[in-house]
């Protein structure tokens, strides 16, 4: 099930705390999220309007005073992203309800992203430097996208699923990848759309996997990270493009393969899997266990942060909000990094 996210919505203020060494700051409980907002603009329980980190805000008075901080000369808007300020860390932006077309109507958990016209920050999809000969074509409808919501977004989900069993994953920085066979038709996806054969990282990983000309693929779709030079800054200093499968997909039976079931099939096409930290633990209890998780360093490089963590269930389970249960939780530590970096 593909998830359209919320970037900004109307929610409630859980929690407030007064910040160490900040008079006039306090660290807010948003969802799952811990926010910076200035001393006096809420109280507990109060409606807001929170913008999700990666939100692209036109430009507006209400959010001069961002530009020094958050101004994104290329796309000319405000950019929410993770920061530190005082030590401690703050992701998203919450705002009064006043900054609403209709404030009068605001309730919680409305979808608001429209109304005050805000985009998502997109990364380019990485091509390995042939973007001028890449040709796309629609993503095909009977394949799931990959793309898991953060657990501070959706922290019920650790309610709700609470005692189940879970496997964590490292969540590789690359780009994301689909190879999959259907009858006499072999395709290789990015994130949103179809690559037809050509020099971009996409192919180079599939030829080099040797799925083309592989029967055993034929039903299958397997979606994976694809790092290496000339992808996401190359962080894990590798000499050539690897594809490292996450998921396996049944076209054919309409359904996620188990963790067992998956690696089985990535052994047996000689592929590598992403590097599994935890098997068979119970679910995280709350979205602070999850982050504890998600810091380390890299399996793939030692000198590395971890980008983050994947959590899903070691059986397939179904989330009523999510659907496929399976989210991510991203290493804070690393977002500092990677904002610094690219500065």
Known sequence: MDRER???????????????????????????????????????GDLCVYFEIDSMIPPKQDFEFLRKSCWNERMQSFRIRTMKMRG??????????????????????????????????????????ATSTVKLAPFPGDIPRTDEPRIQTVPDVLIRNSGIVVYVTEKLDGTSCTIYRRGDHFGVCTRNREVQEGPNAYWTAAKASGLQANPALDGLALQGEVIGPGIQKNRYRLTEIQFHV??????????????????????????????????????????????????????????????????????????????????????????????????
């Open 246 to 343: 996450f998921n396996v997909y049944s076209i054919t039976n309409k359904r996620y393969l188990n963790v067992h079931e998956a690696m089985e099939v990535a052994s047996e096409l000689e592929l590598n899997f992403v590097p599994i930290l935890w098997t068979n633990i119970k679910m995280p209890e709350t979205v602070a266990g999850c982050v504890i998780l998600a810091e380390g360093e890299s399996k793939l490089n030692k000198e590395a942060n971890r980008e983050g963590i994947v959590v899903r269930g070691m059986r397939e389970q179904w989330d009523v909000e999510i659907g496929r249960l399976s989210f991510k939780c991203l290493n804070p530590t690393f977002l500092l990094k990677e904002e610094t970096e690219n500065e």
């Open 6 to 44: 919320k970037l900004v919505s109307v929610q409630r203020i859980a929690k407030l705390e007064d910040m160490k060494n900040a008079d006039t700051l306090q660290l807010a409980t948003i969802l799952g999220w811990q926010c910076i907002v200035k001393k006096g603009t809420f109280k507990t």
């Open 88 to 129: 401690c860390i703050s992701q998203g932006l919450a705002m009064p309800i006043s900054i609403l077309p209709d404030p009068e109507s605001a309730y919680e958990g409305h979808d608001v992203t429209v109304d005050l016209c805000v985009t998502k920050y997109e990364l380019p999809e990485e091509f390995g430097g």
